[in-house]
């Protein structure tokens, strides 16, 4: 099964600074690249956790004593770790990309290259498929997500060409739904429909909310001094790390105690996203646009 190569390897196990028995999560298993990188540097009491919701990913599993996964979205990591009785991690991986194999995968939904029915779920238990979104949304629901997600110029007739349409047929399939807003593509073709298959995929899977919660739980179970390492696709997700690194919240305002302290849950450690070589794009030409960022959780004065 093919899954991308992993974006930033050497940079993003760097930036763990893994410790021979610490505890580490990979938030996005995936095809395991990043996972098998930090088990060659853990020792045999170090231990390493991986979550991903997709059940395809369970043939890239890791035969080793000292690696756990568990099949569900990261963005219950909390709970889950708690059910498995870990208290905590001294660090966090998350690689939020899209993998090779789900696009190529046409069956699956989620390239516009092929022909199937519109699905796009990472979690093929889920019930909202993006036909079933594409066929049931409103049409300022559907301007909405195609303009905050795809950043899509003209979304508004976008979404009142698939309403007409569906009022005639519901969309079932790609090439169906290909057909329906092939008039009103903008500019670059490919890059047009790639923004609006992004916007689809991301409200399918919920993945802004997905995001929030991780980040809130991985403060949460993070040991202090332990580090995170999180590599984004695109503008709205880097700008939710960014924001939340900074000072612990969404929308990347300080707050302060009664006293006056700001407060301040990370060390930044890039205070700038570190992004892959030119020779890492001419390799690997999905990792252009991605963006790392690490943080490390700040020691209590106590304990610092």
């Given at each position: ?98 993998s090779s194999h789900h696009i190529n ?200």
């Amino acid at each position: 099964m093919e899954y991308h190569n992993p974006v930033l390897l050497k940079e993003s196990i760097e930036g763990l600074e893994i410790k021979q028995n610490g505890i580490y999560l990979d938030a996005t298993f995936g095809g395991g690249g990043h996972s098998r990188a930090i088990l060659e540097r853990l020792g045999d009491k170090g231990s390493l956790i991986g979550f991903d919701q997709d059940e395809d990913v369970k043939q890239n599993l890791i035969d080793d004593d000292r690696f756990l996964f568990i099949n569900h979205n990261f963005r219950y990591l909390k709970r889950f770790l708690k059910l498995h009785q870990i208290d905590g991690v001294d660090g966090i991986l998350a690689d939020l990309g899209i993998s090779s194999h789900h696009i190529n995968a046409a069956e699956r939904g989620f390239s516009y290259r092929f022909d199937a029915a519109i699905d796009m779920r990472m979690n093929q238990k889920d019930e909202v498929t993006a036909g079933s979104i594409l066929n049931s949304y409103t049409t300022d629901e559907l301007q909405n997500i195609f303009s905050k997600y795809g950043e899509v110029r003209n979304s508004k007739s976008l979404a009142q060409a698939i309403v007409e349409q569906r009022s005639i047929k519901d969309l079932e399939t790609i090439n169906e739904f290909i057909r329906t807003i092939d008039p009103w593509v903008r500019g670059n073709r490919n890059r047009y429909l790639s923004c609006v298959f992004q916007a689809l995929r991301m409200e399918v899977n919920d993945e802004v909310a997905a995001l929030k919660d991780f980040l809130t739980d991985s403060l949460s179970v993070l040991n202090e001094g332990g580090l995170i390492v999180i590599i984004s696709y695109h503008s709205i997700e880097d700008r939710l790390v960014k924001n939340f690194f900074k000072t612990g919240n969404f929308e990347g305002q300080q707050e302060k105690d009664f006293y006056g302290n700001i407060h301040r849950p990370f060390k930044v450690i890039t205070k700038k996203a570190k992004v892959p070589t030119p020779e890492e794009v001419n390799s690997n030409p999905r990792s252009r646009s991605a963006k790392m960022r690490i943080a490390q959780k700040q020691f209590t004065k106590s304990n610092s």
